[in-house]
Each structure stands twice: as structure tokens, then as C-alpha cells.
């Protein structure tokens, strides 16, 4: 009985699920062909938006590299090598230690061939969430914010290279 009792734990603590939110996985569907998606629904091997960095640090194991803003209360842990990247290709933000944004990058999708592919075009970016509701330039960038869903996307040239859901 208490393995069960710690088996369902493990799951709930897994599945970022501390709600009733219907979540889809990155990992393992288009979330581009998903229309009204908001960031509250998106998870990344069952985390989402809300988790604490030990739920992120039990599914990822430890970054390679943790930054601490102290006097902004703000964490990010990135990973790159550690999860057999060649270079960083997920950064998780925390504020006062709740995760507020996932960023998303190509090399992580083009490395584990999730179901999510980054590579799409501006028109498809569109297609998928509407016209951005701010669009900014960040250095080589196009940034497209949607604030109403919790969702940036960023175009380097013509295709999407990162995507971030945010609170």
C-alpha cells in the first residue's frame, strides 16, 4: 500500500498536474496544430508552468548551468550537455521558485525528434496563433508575443528557432 501511495505521488509530482488543465505534451504532440493553446497547457515531459526547480531537477537531473538573480528572487536553470546537447537548448525561468517560463530551442527538438518541430515559417506562426499582439527585434530575432496565451515566438530569418511559455 505505501508503494502505491508513493508511486501516485511520483506521478502527480511528475505530471505538473495540480489542476484539472487539459495539459499537452510537447514532447509528443504538434502543439503548432493545436488551436486556443495557452502556455497553462503546455507540459515538457510532464512539466509545466507552476513546477518547482525540484520537480524540474527530478526530471532533468541537475543543469548545466544555474543563475540566481537575488536580489529579483529570479532562477533560470539551462540545459544543454547535460542532456546530451551540444549547446543550451532548454532554459527554465523561475520566480521565487515557481517556474514562470520554459524556453524551447531548435537544438533541443532537432536532438530528441519531438513531435513539436521548431522549424516553422512565419505564415505558419499565423496560422497557428493569429497576428502577435506585440512584435519586437532582439538582437538577430523577431520576437512575436502573444500575452493573452503566455506565448513568445522567436523567428531567426524566416523560420522559428525558440519558442517561450510564459506566466
Known amino acids: 500500500m505505501r508503494k502505491l501511495f508513493t508511486t501516485i505521488c511520483l506521478l502527480l509530482v511528475l505530471s505538473g498536474c495540480k489542476d484539472t488543465v487539459l495539459r499537452h505534451e510537447f514532447t509528443t504532440e504538434n502543439i503548432f496544430l493545436i488551436q486556443n493553446i495557452s502556455a497553462?497547457?503546455?507540459t515538457l515531459y510532464g512539466i509545466g508552468l507552476g513546477a518547482s526547480i525540484p520537480?524540474?531537477?527530478a526530471v532533468f537531473g541537475q543543469p548545466d548551468a544555474k543563475k540566481e538573480y537575488i536580489f529579483e528572487g529570479q532562477t533560470n536553470?539551462?540545459?544543454g550537455q547535460k542532456i546530451n546537447l551540444t549547446e543550451n537548448g532548454l532554459i527554465f525561468?523561475?520566480?521565487n521558485g515557481t517556474m514562470?517560463?520554459?524556453?524551447i530551442k531548435e537544438p533541443f527538438t532537432e536532438h530528441y525528434l519531438t513531435k513539436t518541430q521548431l522549424n516553422i515559417t512565419k505564415k505558419e506562426v499565423y496560422g497557428w496563433l493569429g497576428i502577435p499582439e506585440k512584435q519586437t527585434n532582439v538582437l538577430d530575432y523577431r520576437v512575436f508575443t502573444y500575452t493573452t496565451r503566455g506565448v513568445d515566438v522567436f523567428l531567426k530569418g524566416r523560420n522559428v528557432n525558440r519558442v517561450s511559455f510564459f506566466r
Open 55 to 57: 520537480d524540474v531537477i
Open 77 to 79: 536553470l539551462e540545459y
Open 100 to 103: 514562470t517560463r520554459l524556453t
Open 40 to 42: 497553462e497547457n503546455i
Open 93 to 95: 525561468h523561475f520566480d
